[in-house]
C-alpha cells in the first residue's frame, strides 16, 4: 500500500463534499461519549477503510496506570492468539440519497508528537476536499441522570458557533490544559475547514464513587445532533433502548437508596429541563421490573 507522510492507505476513493466526524479515547471520553458514537455509525453506516495512522511514533505504552492504553492480548493454553495494538483509523461512506459522503475517524488520543498527529488528519482532511469536521468528546459533570445531557461547542470560526446555537449547541469559556481536540481547532483556523468540538456533558456522581463508563444517554445525545448536522436520518431505535435499560437500572438504584434519591432531585432543580429529556417517571414496581428485565436480557446474552 503507498504510503504517505504518517498515513498508510486502503483505499482512494472519489468522495463527495465528504464531511468529517472524529473521535479519540482516552482524557475527554467520559462514558465513551465519543467513541461510543463512532462506533454506533460504524454499525448503522458500515463504512469502509480508507487509511490508518500507525501508532508506533504517537503512543507510549507504559504511562503509568493507564493499563488500558497497551496492546490488548489474549493467551489460550499458553499460546499467544492475538496481539491488537491501539489503532487510529479512517473509514469512509458513500451516501446513496445525497451528494454529501461522510469519513470517520477513531482513534487513541497520542501522548507525544501531537504535531505530527494532527498534521496526518488535516493532510487527509484537505486531500479528499474536506471543508467541515465535528470531533466528539464527553465531559463529566454533574447532570442528572434524568435530564437530557447538555452539548456544548468549541468551534473555528464565529460562524460555526452560531450556526450551532441554532441546533441548540453552546459555545463554552474555558482556561486551564489544553488536549488534542484544541489543538486541532487552532490548526484549523488558518485552513479552509470549518471544525467544531462537540462535548456531551456526562453524569458522573463523585459523592458516590459513582463513574458510568459507559453512558448510552450521552452517545444518544451526540448522535441526535450529528443525526440532524450531517442530515443522515438514523433510526435511534437501538440507542432508545440502551437508554430505556440505563435509566431503570439507575431509577431501580434511586429506589434502593435514599440518599442518592435525593441527591439527584437537588441536581434536578439546577439543571434546566428541555423538551428532549426522556428518562420515564418510574414508580417503584416499574423501576424493579425494568431492572429485572434488562437483567435478564444481559444474562442471556452472555
Not at 440532524?228 to 437501538?238: F, I, P, T, V, W
Not at 421490573?289 to 436480557?297: D, I, T, V, Y
Request: proline fraction near 7%; charged fraction near 25%; charge should be negative.
Amino acid at each position: 500500500m503507498p504510503k504517505k507522510s504518517n498515513l498508510v492507505y486502503a483505499a482512494h476513493p472519489v468522495l463527495r463534499e465528504p464531511k468529517m466526524v472524529l473521535a479519540l479515547d482516552g482524557w475527554v471520553d467520559g462514558g465513551e461519549a465519543a467513541t461510543g458514537s463512532i462506533r454506533f455509525l460504524r454499525r448503522k453506516l458500515r463504512p469502509r477503510k480508507l487509511a490508518e495512522i500507525p501508532p508506533d511514533r504517537f503512543h507510549i505504552y507504559q504511562v503509568p496506570g493507564q493499563l488500558s492504553l497497551r496492546p490488548y492480548s489474549r493467551v489460550v493454553e499458553g499460546l499467544v492468539s492475538e496481539f491488537r495494538p491501539p489503532r487510529n483509523l479512517f473509514h469512509y461512506w458513500q451516501n446513496p440519497e445525497a451528494e454529501q459522503d461522510l469519513i470517520l475517524f477513531q482513534g487513541t488520543e497520542p501522548h507525544m508528537l501531537w504535531d505530527d498527529y494532527t498534521e496526518a488528519i488535516l493532510n487527509l482532511a484537505q486531500e479528499f476536499g474536506v471543508r467541515r469536521m465535528y470531533m466528539l468528546g464527553g465531559v463529566l459533570d454533574k447532570t442528572p441522570h434524568t435530564r437530557e445531557p447538555g452539548i456544548s461547542s468549541v468551534c473555528s470560526n464565529a460562524e460555526l458557533r452560531d450556526e450551532l446555537r441554532t441546533h441548540g449547541i453552546e459555545p463554552i469559556d474555558y482556561e486551564g490544559p489544553g488536549g488534542i481536540r484544541t489543538a486541532l481547532v487552532h490548526r484549523c483556523q488558518r485552513l479552509p475547514i470549518e471544525m467544531a468540538v462537540l462535548h456531551a456533558r456526562v453524569t458522573y456522581y463523585p459523592e458516590f464513587n459513582m463513574v458510568i463508563t459507559h453512558n448510552p444517554k450521552a452517545i444518544r445525545a451526540l448522535v441526535r445532533k450529528l443525526n440532524r448536522l450531517l442530515g443522515l436520518g438514523l433510526d435511534l431505535a437501538d440507542l432508545d433502548r440502551e437508554t430505556r435499560d440505563f435509566e431503570a437500572r439507575m431509577s431501580y438504584f434511586a429506589l434502593q437508596n435514599r440518599e442518592f434519591r435525593t441527591y439527584v432531585e437537588a441536581l434536578e432543580k439546577e439543571y434546566p429541563t428541555s423538551a428532549a429529556d426522556g428518562a420515564p417517571e418510574l414508580n417503584p414496581d416499574d423501576a424493579v421490573q425494568a431492572a429485572e428485565e434488562f437483567l435478564r436480557g444481559h444474562s442471556r446474552d452472555e
